[in-house]
């Protein structure tokens, strides 16, 4: 039986224990014979370890999310941050998909991931990625969509909503959103939040009072506030739940 639960975060997180992280570096992963400018960071292990696909936001692939990926090593996640803007500054959804699954092919080449506990997590457009591609790609295990956009689509380039694929959700999802999102306003994200509480998917909701819209990072760095590292323990516990 699915099940869900709803938390309301309001700086309560003081202090983390990220782990330490590690550094990683820039992978080229190749899609329809392009090559995409990338980012992966990975722990010391001799044996292998759960992964997770980074899709950073519609501002590029910044310093932060480097961070943040390198960050999640630390943690004991293979992780790889997948730079879908290399060509474009707005791909169609279909080249994202494709780019995904070929990052999920980069992933199972090497000895030290774990293929049965991949997860994906995206901030901006990314999360609208990640609550599209969540219901469409079942080798993920878990989800974490930072402050996206489920009502966005209804183009040639952007066909479906992620709120349009509910009913074909299997994955568990954290959903991350602050109460001051202009771009995408909370009110959208409690109505998305209802929709898949009323079909019966597992999904948490946090939501951070008085935060902007791309609270995690400040600068294009990661930002040193309650919020920013609340938010960022919330995902490493979801995923340590989700990806075993």
């Known amino acids: ?10 700086f309560l997180v003081s202090s983390l224990a990220l782990g330490q992280a590690v550094k990683g570096g820039d992978v080229v ?52 941050a997948l730079g879908w803007q290399t060509f474009e500054k707005e791909p169609s959804d279909a080249t994202v998909k494709a780019l995904v699954e070929d990052g999920l092919k980069f992933l199972a080449a090497r000895k030290d991931v774990n293929m049965n506990a991949v997860g994906l997590t995206g901030f901006c ?3 609208r990625y990640t609550m599209l591609l969540l219901p469409q790609m079942k080798q993920f295990k878990a989800g974490v969509a930072w402050y996206g956009f489920p009502d966005q689509g209804g183009t040639a380039a952007k066909p479906q909503a992620p709120a349009a694929l509910i009913g074909d959700l299997s994955t568990p999802m954290l959903i ?18 209802q929709k898949l509480d009323a079909a019966g998917k597992n999904f948490k909701l946090s939501v951070y009072q008085g935060e902007p ?22 995902m490493l516990t979801y995923f340590g739940t989700w990806l075993k």
């Not at 090559?35 to 936001?57: M, Q």
């Not at 991350?176 to 939040?193: C, E, N, Q």
């Not at 819209?213 to 309650?226: E, K, M, Q, V, W």
């Open 1 to 10: 039986m699915l099940k869900h639960a709803l938390s309301v975060s309001a």
């Open 213 to 234: 819209h791309g609270f995690l990072l400040s600068n294009s760095l990661i930002a040193d506030t309650p919020a920013s590292r609340g938010a960022r323990q919330d």
């Open 29 to 80: 992963v190749t899609s329809f014979g392009k090559d995409y400018k990338s980012y992966l960071s990975a722990p010391a292990s001799a044996t292998p370890k759960p992964a997770v696909i980074l899709i950073h936001s519609f501002n590029g692939l910044e310093q932060g999310y480097k961070d943040l990926v390198d960050e999640m090593a630390g943690a004991g996640y293979v992780t790889l």
């Open 176 to 193: 991350l959103h602050g109460t001051k999102d202009v771009p995408s306003p909370i009110a959208g994200i409690y109505s998305y939040a």
């Open 125 to 127: 457009a990314g999360g």
